[in-house]
């Protein structure tokens, strides 16, 4: 096991360090980024101090190492347009974009699960296909498409949601202000409805299409025959044997859903004005604000890997073949 555990170790460091090369290669190969640190009125020896003293006179393996040394120790550079660590900016936008992630991730699992077992259990019927169009229909639709409509039809014509804002509810948790947390709770929940949803369609439908196979092959095992020729109660071979013996898929469906939702919301937060990291991403890639971006990117893909790690060794500790 702790084998296991090493090698998957050593291949997110190695994840981390292509993602930082690569969006390190990308920032830098549009042009000098010594002109987003003078002002428009700078004189030729103002800007080549500025390029010395920033260190962008230097080839650009030394750049990548310099910026990798300072990132080790948690330092990513200086926001150009907040004049902050860019590190502490993106702390700021993180827990808007946790909130809608876990909440579309929760919308995509909860709905799912039963959704897919329903299905399997009426395979071939008219709730069964009901189920799987519906299932083509949400991957289908992009989220930003998905988000418009919602916000034309629920938003402004029958105004039964607002089409943006946000009340805080992970950002007082974590500062220890639980009374304040639990308050802005149905507040949060009532502005979290839209956003996610449009997050959450596609990875619902999808993950209603995969809980359905799983369950159709198990169903056909033997032990499944052998539980309702004991006279098992249909819940009980379902629920205690079938759907006990296919949530390997699901477990790791819930743990790469996290990821995958993380990078959905970038262009819904967008939509719906939502204060998270893909708004923020999206305002500092036009603005060129490379420091920010950088530090976006990369806790992004932190993020991304490091639940991709730990849903690896849940897989392995519950199916040992995992680690061979």
Partial sequence: MWTYIARRLSQTVIVILGVTLISFTALHI?????????SDRATNEEIAQTRVRLGFDKPLYVQYLTFIGKAAQGDL?????????????????????????????????????????LAALRRGSATDGSIMILGMLGQSIPSFWLGIMMIMTFGVQLRWLPIS???????????GDFHTAFANLPSAIYYLIMPSLAVGVYSLSRNARLVRSSMLETLSLDFVRTARAKGLS???????????????????????????????????????????IGRLLFNAI?????????????????????????????YARLDPRVRL
Avoid at 165 to 175: A, T
């Fill in 30 to 38: 549009g042009g000098d980024p010594t002109f987003l640190y003078v």
């Fill in 77 to 117: 550079g200086k926001s150009l347009k907040f004049h902050r660590p860019a590190i502490d900016v993106v702390a700021d936008a993180l827990p808007a974009t946790i909130e809608l992630t876990l909440f579309s991730m929760l919308i995509a699992i909860v709905v799912a699960i039963p959704l897919g077992v």
């Fill in 165 to 175: 804002g946000h009340v805080p509810l992970l950002e007082p948790m974590f500062q």
């Fill in 234 to 276: 249909e819940y009980a071979v379902v629920i205690n044997h079938a759907l006990r013996n296919a949530w390997l898929p699901v477990v790791t469906m819930i743990g790469l859903e996290f990821g995958f939702l993380l990078g959905g919301v970038v262009v819904v937060e967008i939509v719906f004005s939502w204060p998270g």
């Fill in 286 to 314: 036009n603005q060129r604000d490379i420091p920010l971006v950088q530090a976006c990117v990369i806790v992004l893909a932190g993020i991304f890997v490091a639940i991709n790690l730990i849903v690896d060794l849940v």
